[in-house]
């Protein structure tokens, strides 16, 4: 009896999570299917009612509208809805409607529950609120990177000439010299059968010049005798648990044939995790000309690609991006001075916004300003008028393209003693209006890159007072928030932007990552926390006891997930030789991708709503 | 009004067939002419043939039993059936099965008569629906020298109904007739899958006709 619905396996075979399931699984299940047909405006399922059925968008599409509010998500084909009913046992939360003709799988509340309980992957996709299934991927997530460490192999990480070694016979003195001529920190030891030991410099530090040990003496008397080895197939992973467990900060790597390929050392690995990053911003820190430093500062994007490529996560590679960023604005600033002579009075170039909250991306225009010290003769603005200048274009050399909005060094505007910032700032709290608003949020972000920090330090202090003690600055701050149109899944047409040849897009930062900033934002600010990046602020919230801390660790898992896809987003368009920006199509993502988007955004919303309870209610 | 006098009249005679399955299809309860098609007991039945002829062998069987409101697929059965007969070389190069699978398949006998079984009470639902009906009373009648009464709807004609004045015959065909109704393209040829594909296209109709519309004015169509 041939029972196989191939069909509908088939098209279960395609669909998340129902791909996670084995084929014999999937034809089981495809037996046990119920085929329901929704002409387009028929009420699916409607909040209240209750229900017991899985559904899958076969072909249509659904519309879930939440209860009580104007929100709505599409759901496409190969979408699964309805289960949250069935994990609480009962009623419906969200009305769904048939956009289109639609065709419905339904699988019933009992399989459902026997294929959450037998197999952990479907089961962890079906958790029961989003942030627990972003907690998942993120943790999948997590553990595909660290495979890249597992299928490296070590010996791609050796300098291609060949080991450097020395007899045990040779005094410690010759063995110090080999090591100066060649330019390395370590020597392999090696007799008639091959290697018997290893010396580092540490080991002539310790060993000899503290121990008092004469260079005449032998090497064999100093080195580190039958160091342990691996061969040259081992994985980096291999080598790094190595190094851990021993305490030591070399291998000797050993070929198929018996030989010594070379000895592989602790930097060598550290710099495999992000060298050119460091590289980088060596090279920025000691640019010695305008030149040098527009030149150095083009190896930003290439780091940026690197550490993509390498796995390191959204979290450090947003702070490596910002440290480079960061020291190519103090050194604009160290060669303007250079151009211009002392400054006349202290001053601190502050930097505003992403930089100043350490999340930084590839591609940001500058947002940055002036804090003059108050002694500021009238003289003296002509000083500075021309410094700010220089830093602003010197920047946009460096890629930092001058700010569509004017907030940079370069304008009147932004070139302030620490007394008008102060009036600004307090005009800001306590006179809010939303225009003002609209423009100021960017400027509760801010960071001393260069100068006279206690200028800044002291102007933020005084800040997060006033800002602390006027609920109607957090309201204020609170609605702002409520602007952003975070999706709650992806409408073919509604919530998308359209590009300028029309393909539908959606807006990754302005639609999911700037409302977690706003949210963090506003609830710090709201509570005198004087911690500026995204994360530490959602931290200190939670130790100021003003939001419960899975909530936190939900928004932070959420931002995290999107800068995750946005970082790998505007890696590709670089490597493509394409300029980094932030809109995604919905159609290049896999379908996975996209479940955890929404989950994401779910979070987001959920979030914003909380601030809009909060917060938001002090406006009349 | 003829057809369903015939249809009672087929009916009293086979109950008196000795068969077990035929007097069970005899005695089962009928779902009246006045029924609303939407709450109407249907079986969607679709056979693959060695040929297009009169005559033409069973290849596979594939059928499953509904309502318009919901597909169940738990009972659906689908079969290769056992035949000794040559086979059309063309027909069973569309269907992709071949005489190895064909010989392998489960005796007509048995096929027939779970089909029979599951229809009692039912009525078919396939497009072209002539089709699957004469090759059912002609299995029967092979198998059984009765005649088998079979009430049935065919989406075929109930399309030419609904959509009266589209060009070419080719827009009436299963798959066309279903994209009319936003329903996914299948693989055509599996008797499983072409049975679902006439069920769902069913229901996709009924949403185009009055909610009260009847078995019986269905069954009408042809």
């Known amino acids: 009896m041939g029972q196989e619905f191939a069909e509908i396996a088939r098209f279960l075979g395609s669909a998340a999570p129902f791909n996670l399931l084995g084929e014999e699984v999937l034809a089981r299940i495809s037996r046990q299917v119920t085929i329901t047909y929704f002409p387009a405006g028929e009420t699916v399922l409607s909040a209240g009612e209750i229900n017991n059925r899985l559904m899958i968008v076969r072909s249509g599409a659904v519309e879930l509208r939440l209860a009580g509010e104007e929100l709505t998500a599409r759901l496409e084909p190969g979408s699964a809805f309805a289960y949250p009913s069935i994990l609480r046992g009962g009623e419906v939360r969200n009305t769904a409607i048939a956009m289109e003709d639609t065709l419905l799988y339904q699988l019933s509340g009992a399989l459902f529950l026997k294929l959450r309980k037998d197999h952990k992957r479907f089961r962890e996709y079906f958790v029961e609120d989003e942030a627990d299934r972003i907690r998942h991927a993120l943790r999948r997530r997590e553990s595909g990177a660290q495979g890249m460490f597992d299928t490296t192999q070590v010996d791609s990480l050796l300098r291609r000439s060949g080991p450097v070694v020395c007899s045990p016979q040779q005094t410690i003195r010759e063995a110090a010299q080999i090591m100066r001529e060649r330019d390395v920190s370590t020597l392999a030891v090696c007799d008639d059968t091959g290697l018997v030991g290893i010396l580092s410099d540490k080991d002539l530090r310790n060993r000899v010049v503290a121990a008092g040990v004469s260079g005449d003496h032998a090497v064999r008397e100093v080195m580190t005798p039958r160091p342990k080895t691996l061969p040259t197939d081992a994985s980096v992973a291999e080598a790094m648990a190595l190094m851990a467990a021993g305490g030591f900060r070399h291998v000797p790597l050993i070929a198929a044939d018996g030989a010594l390929a070379g000895v592989i050392s602790s930097s060598d690995i550290l710099a495999f995790l992000g060298s050119n990053a460091i590289d980088a911003g060596l090279a920025i820190a000691r640019a010695d000309s305008p030149a040098a430093l527009v030149a150095a500062a083009a190896r930003i994007p290439e780091s940026f690609v690197r550490m993509e490529h390498q796995g390191l996560g959204p979290a450090h590679i947003m702070r490596f991006v910002s440290a480079l960023g960061e020291a190519a604005h103090r050194r604009a600033a160290q060669l303007a001075e250079a151009e211009l002579g002392k400054p006349p009075v202290p001053y601190a170039l502050v930097v505003f916004g992403s930089l100043a909250r350490e999340e930084q991306l590839v591609g940001s225009d500058q947002d940055n300003g002036l804090v003059i010290d108050d002694t500021m003769a009238e003289g003296d603005a002509a000083y500075f008028a021309q410094l700010g200048g220089r830093i602003s274009d010197l920047l946009n050399d460096c890629g930092f393209v001058y700010c569509n909005g004017g907030i940079m060094a370069k304008e009147a505007a932004q070139r302030l003693t620490a007394g008008e910032w102060q009036r600004r700032y307090t005009d800001w709290i306590e006179r809010p209006d939303e225009d003002k608003i609209l423009r100021a949020t960017i400027f509760f972000d801010m960071s001393c890159v260069h100068g006279e920090a206690a200028l800044v330090d002291s102007l933020r202090e005084n800040v997060l007072q006033r800002a602390a003690a006027s609920s109607i600055f957090a309201s204020y701050l609170a609605r702002d928030a409520q602007r952003s149109k975070v999706p709650l899944g992806f409408f073919r047409n509604l919530v998308l932007e359209s590009t300028a040849d029309g393909e539908k897009v959606f807006d990754v930062k302005a639609q999911a990552v700037m409302p977690v900033i706003d949210i963090a934002r506003t609830t710090a600010l709201a509570h005198g926390i004087s911690a500026v990046g995204t994360a530490d602020r959602l931290d200190a919230i939670v130790r100021a006891g003003k939001m419960a801390s899975g909530d936190a660790q939900s928004l932070k898992d959420a931002m995290v997930l999107v800068n995750d896809l946005r970082i790998r987003h505007q890696a590709q368009l670089l490597a493509a030789g394409k300029a980094p920006e932030n809109a995604i199509a919905p159609a290049t993502l896999s379908p996975l991708e996209r479940d955890h988007l929404k989950d994401a955004f779910a979070v987001i919303r959920g979030a914003l709503d909380s601030l809009r309870r909060n917060l938001a209610g002090g406006i009349a | ?222």
């Open chain 2, 1 to 222: 009004m003829f057809a369903r006098l015939r249809f009672a009249h087929d009916l009293r005679r086979l109950g008196k067939a000795e068969e077990p399955v035929l007097a069970r299809y005899a005695a089962a309860e009928w779902p009246e002419a006045g029924t609303p098609v939407r709450d109407a007991p249907l079986l969607a039945l679709d056979f693959e043939l060695d040929g297009l002829k009169r005559g033409a062998h069973l290849l596979q069987a594939g059928w499953t039993r509904f309502t318009p409101r919901a597909i169940p697929l738990e009972h659906a059965q689908v079969h290769d059936i056992r035949s000794n007969a040559a086979l059309d070389r063309q027909a069973v190069t569309i269907h992709g099965i071949g005489g190895q699978r064909a010989s392998e398949g489960a005796r007509l006998r048995e096929v027939i008569a779970a089909l029979i079984a599951d229809l009692a009470g039912r009525v078919l639902v396939a497009h072209g629906a002539s089709i699957e009906v004469e090759a059912l009373q002609g299995a029967a009648k092979a198998l059984y020298g009765a005649r088998l009464p079979i009430r049935s709807i065919c989406t075929l004609m109930l399309e030419r109904h609904l959509a009266p004045n589209l060009a070419g015959d080719g827009a009436y065909r299963l798959g066309a007739a279903r994209a009319r109704y936003g329903l996914p393209a299948y693989d055509a040829h599996d008797a499983l899958g072409d049975a679902i594909a006439a069920a769902e296209l069913l229901m996709a109709q009924l949403t185009r006709m009055p909610r009260d519309t009847t078995l019986g004015r269905l069954e009408a169509l042809g």
